[in-house]
């Protein structure tokens, strides 16, 4: 995991939960831990981390994720033993 990786785990991870977390680095986050990240119908997407899924919009207009989709991520992370 690289360093901007970490970053972004440690931004997840940050109470109060932070809005300005671009959407694309929670996608990277998710492959650097050994997910996947798949496109899936209209704006959905697919991160899956061993086996546990989680099915969050990509936003639009805007880059930035919304705060409960990193609330999400954070939860599924922490589910599957993820914690900095």
Known sequence: ?????????????????????????LEALVIALGGQVREGSGSRVVFEINGKRLYPHQPHPGKEAK???????RDLLELEGFVP
Do not use: D, G
């Open 67 to 73: 705060r409960y989709q990193v609330e999400e991520l």
């Open 1 to 25: 995991m690289r360093a901007k990786h970490l970053k972004t785990l440690h931004l997840v991870f940050s109470k109060p939960t932070k809005s300005s977390i671009l959407f694309s680095e």
